[in-house]
T-cell receptor
Framework: DAGITQSPRHKVTETGTPVTLRCHQT?????MYWYRQDPGHGLRLIHY???????DKGEVSDGYSVSRSKTEDFLLTLESATSSQTSVYFC???????????????FGPGTRLTVT | AQTVTQSQPEMSVQEAETVTLSCTYD???????LFWYKQPPSRQMILVIR??????QNATENRFSVNFQKAAKSFSLKISDSQLGDTAMYFC??????????????FGKGTKLSVIP
């Protein structure tokens, strides 16, 4: 258990509405990631953060923005949700606090988002 | 860009038997890591095993072991003494260890494994 929680765990929203997903971690990890999981695609990286206020784009960043104002929270925002953003969203942390396994990523429980 | 291919969308195995899941990857990098993640019906992503590319010795974790063939760019997962709790989606993943895009995971599309009683 890497101390990662995601909220909400499920959400249904309408096309065109803004949505914010929250990832919270309790172990002071510097690196955090947002992925989406779709059938037939595995997981794909949306955005990541390498510190407070330091973020960068991943493979599928269009239509998403992120913010990290505190070490423990990494927010993913869909400014105007579309049906193509219906997916399961996972947050992950990279455990860079230990020398032996600083490259491993551990995942939160996921958020299922449905855009109608 | 790196690609990860899992050629077996679905597999099944009898309880207590051994099964091997295939994974190939394409990269020009020399410094990288490979992983297998398990996703049971609960949807939680669980790290099963990892392999550093610079290590020749294959990684093992209890009933899970890998066959890492660096020249062939192959990274298969062997599950011994399969248990009902092994029923899950299994994802192979690649990670660069240095340079632009490092420490980001690239996943395969997954293999759905069913363990039959």
């Amino acid at each position: 258990d890497a101390g990662i929680t995601q909220s909400p765990r499920h959400k249904v929203t309408e096309t065109g509405t803004p949505v914010t997903l929250r990832c919270h971690q309790t172990e002071n990890h510097r690196y955090m990631y947002w992925y989406r999981q779709d059938p037939g695609h595995g997981l794909r990286l949306i955005h990541y953060s390498y510190g407070v206020k330091d973020t960068d784009k991943g493979e599928v960043s269009d239509g998403y923005s992120v913010s990290r104002s505190k070490t423990e929270d990494f927010l993913l925002t869909l400014e105007s949700a579309t049906s193509s953003q219906t997916s399961v969203y996972f947050c992950a942390i990279r455990n860079a606090n230990t020398r032996l396994s600083s490259y491993e990523q551990y995942f939160g429980p996921g958020t299922r988002l449905t855009v109608t | 860009a790196q690609t990860v291919t899992q050629s077996q969308p679905e597999m099944s195995v009898q309880e207590a038997e051994t099964v091997t899941l295939s994974c190939t990857y394409d990269t020009s990098e020399s410094n990288y890591y490979l992983f297998w993640y398990k996703q049971p019906p609960s949807r939680q992503m669980i790290l099963v095993i990892r392999q550093e590319a610079y290590k020749q010795q294959n990684a093992t974790e209890n009933r899970f072991s890998v066959n890492f063939q660096k020249a062939a760019k192959s990274f298969s997962l062997k599950i011994s003494d399969s248990q009902l709790g092994d029923t899950a989606m299994y994802f192979c993943a690649f990670m660069k260890g240095s340079g632009a895009g490092s420490y980001q995971l690239t996943f395969g599309k997954g293999t759905k494994l069913s363990v039959i009683p």
